[in-house]
């Protein structure tokens, strides 16, 4: 019990650091999102689920960083881009899909880091998700 109290904070240490470094949009990710949305790759969850680091890290030794980075709406421009420190703002749970509850979180993280251009762009994906409906 103790070990996933700890797996828990970690992670949420991890995400906050994440959001703080971000400082740039990532066009490809967006470009990627947007193809997604208009052909219907959409899931609507309850609830929003980022995909586990073993998620991760076996699409990027599936598919490699490049793909991988196709999954991101932001960036750190500071840091390697063979490294999943540079990427954030995920949209997927599943590396398969845009996920409406991720696009969600990331308006809300956004907003709470100046984050306007991802904040815009999110906004954008969920109205086109919202007009399909």
């Not at 947007?34 to 995909?51: F, H, M």
């Not at 599936?62 to 980075?69: C, D, F, S």
Request: charged share 30%; glycine share 6%; aromatic share 10%.
């Amino acid at each position: 019990m103790e070990l996933k109290s700890f797996d828990i904070l970690e992670k949420r240490i991890n995400d906050f650091l994440e959001l703080k470094r971000l400082t740039k949009k990532n066009a490809k990710g967006i470009a990627h999102a947007n193809s997604l949305i208009a052909s219907g790759d959409v899931i609507r969850p309850e609830s929003w689920k980022r995909p586990t680091a073993e998620m991760e890290n076996a699409y990027i030794e599936e598919n490699g960083y490049e793909k991988y980075a196709l999954w991101f709406l932001g960036v750190d421009p500071e840091l390697d881009k063979d490294t999943k420190g540079h990427y954030g703002y995920i949209y997927t749970s599943d590396f398969k899909t845009v996920d409406r509850r991720g696009l969600s979180a990331i308006r809300q993280y956004s907003a709470q880091n100046n984050m306007t251009s991802i904040y815009a762009a999110a906004g954008k994906m969920i109205e086109a998700i919202d007009g399909k409906e």
